[in-house]
Structure formats: structure tokens, C-alpha cells
């Protein structure tokens, strides 16, 4: 079993910044691969970036690539989702979420957070 934590959300302005972090507890949590998923009001939740178990691999959405960048703190079992250049279409929900495999599918993933809101002011 895995729990999984979410912070940093708020409401910043359009081009501003901010960090998400995951801290992820439980036995086995570094063994997991890891993902950031959002949900804005009305939508489907969507892939928005994920990391391997070692960090050495990451995939990002479409929308997100190059503006956001994930990381793995192991060994303090964190996660991070650094959000740049954020625009009004970056407001959602941001969950954290544990797969035990490599995927950007949303049914892969067996854990989830409670969610973080951000909120991106025009």
C-alpha cells in the first residue's frame, strides 16, 4: 500500500511559476514509477508528466513539454513537479499518482493523492 500526498498548489499569475510536491509513503514507495495527472473543471483527467523508478526517465504531455519538469527525491520518497510559464489552461487539479509500470495511461496507475488545486490567473 502506498499513500500519496500533494502540495503547493495556489493561484498564481499567467507566466508565474510553481512547484507541486508528492511525498509518497509506505514500504515499497521508491520501487514505484511515478506520474502527475490533472483535471479542470468539466474535462477528462490527463497524463501530464511521469518519472521512472531511478529517475533516469521521464514523458511528458504535449501540452506541458518544455514548460514542466518532473523529479524524484528517492530517498526522501518526493516527487516534484516543476510548473513554468503557466497559462490559464494549466488550471486543474493535479493529482500524484504510483504505477508499477512505465505509462502515461491513467488506468496503469494504482495509487492516487487527494489532489492539489492551481489556479492560473489571466
Known amino acids: 500500500q502506498v499513500q500519496l500526498v500533494e502540495s503547493g498548489g495556489g493561484l498564481v499569475q499567467a507566466g508565474g511559476s510553481l512547484r507541486l510536491s508528492c511525498a509518497a509513503s509506505?514500504?515499497?514507495?521508491?520501487?514505484?514509477?511515478m506520474g502527475w495527472f490533472r483535471q479542470a473543471p468539466g474535462k477528462e483527467r490527463e497524463f501530464v508528466a511521469v518519472?521512472?523508478?531511478?529517475?533516469?526517465?521521464?514523458t511528458y504531455g504535449n501540452s506541458v513539454q518544455g514548460r514542466f519538469t518532473i523529479s524524484r527525491d528517492s530517498a526522501k520518497n518526493m516527487v516534484y513537479l516543476q510548473m513554468n510559464s503557466l497559462n490559464s489552461e494549466d488550471t486543474a487539479v493535479y493529482y500524484c499518482?504510483?504505477?508499477?509500470?512505465?505509462?502515461?495511461?491513467?488506468?496503469?496507475?494504482?495509487?492516487w493523492g487527494q489532489g492539489t488545486q492551481v489556479t492560473v490567473s489571466s
Open positions: 499518482a504510483a504505477a508499477s509500470v512505465y505509462s502515461t495511461k491513467l488506468n496503469s496507475y494504482d495509487y
Open positions: 509506505g514500504r515499497t514507495a521508491s520501487t514505484y514509477v
Open positions: 518519472i521512472s523508478r531511478v529517475g533516469g526517465t521521464t
